[in-house]
């Protein structure tokens, strides 16, 4: 389960993704290993980034 800090992140990136650049997201999950929100993103699958649990972006 995401926390409050990714999810707030992920709806800050996710906007200006979609609705600014026109982009489709491909994938949203946590990793299991690091508790971080993994997200694929892009026409070619070519924008990923990683939200830490305390909503910093990788």
Same mark, same amino acid.
């Given at each position: 389960?995401? /926390? %409050?800090s990714? +999810?707030?992140? #992920? !709806? &800050?990136?996710? !906007?200006?993704?979609?609705?600014r650049? +026109?982009?489709?997201?491909h #994938? *949203?999950?946590? %990793?299991? &290993? /690091?508790?971080? #929100? !993994? *997200?694929l =993103?892009?026409?070619? @699958? $070519?924008i $990923?980034? @990683?939200v830490?649990?305390?909503? =910093?972006? +990788?």
């Amino acid at each position: 389960m995401p /926390t %409050d800090s990714q +999810l707030g992140c #992920l !709806y &800050r990136i996710s !906007y200006h993704l979609t609705y600014r650049m +026109l982009q489709p997201i491909h #994938l *949203v999950c946590i %990793d299991g &290993r /690091t508790q971080n #929100l !993994y *997200v694929l =993103e892009g026409q070619n @699958e $070519e924008i $990923e980034f @990683e939200v830490t649990p305390n909503g =910093e972006v +990788l």
